[in-house]
């Protein structure tokens, strides 16, 4: 079975690895977005946030970011202002965002993308902290 995938990915964050890890645990080599490099269109990120049932405000990273400095904690902010912001910002973007036959999900913390992969765990997972999130049999530990 072809299974296809898509991360939305920054290589410099440990949670994106953690995902992108378990997704090839699954045996599946997803296509990987770097988002910095190659930020998706408005509509695609308008797609993405409905698709995974989410706000943009639930999107938007704080840390690293110039979130403080643009004034995004302001709740009179409206959706397409936000929208605005991670447009002109990728960075703001939070990651990693995955796209699935299953789904659309911000999978944070990175054990998260488990739901919406289409196939099971070929064994053991450790995240890059040491966690152990799969075990040897494959399936999910519980936390």
């Given amino acids: 079975m072809t299974t296809d995938i898509i991360i939305y990915h920054n290589p410099e964050c440990g949670t994106s690895r953690n995902a992108l890890a378990m ?5 599946i080599e997803p296509h990987v977005v770097e988002y910095l490099k190659t930020p998706p269109s408005r509509g ?7 698709r995974a049932g989410i706000t943009p405000r639930a999107l938007l990273r704080e840390k690293g ?5 643009l ?3 302001n709740p009179d902010l409206t959706d397409a202002q936000l929208i605005d912001a991670m447009m002109e910002h990728p960075i703001l973007i939070n ?6 036959p299953l789904g659309v999900k911000l ?3 990175s054990e998260e993308v488990l739901d919406i992969i289409p196939a099971r765990q070929r064994g053991t997972f450790a995240k890059e902290d ?12 519980k936390s």
Avoid: H, K, Y
């Fill in 23 to 27: 997704i090839r645990n699954a045996g």
């Fill in 107 to 109: 999978c944070r913390p």
């Fill in 44 to 50: 695609m990120l308008e797609s993405l946030i409905a």
């Fill in 65 to 69: 970011t110039p979130f403080a400095e």
């Fill in 71 to 73: 004034g995004l904690g």
């Fill in 130 to 141: 040491g966690e152990q999130v799969v075990g040897a049999d494959g399936q999910r530990l």
């Fill in 95 to 100: 990651r990693p965002l995955v796209v699935s």
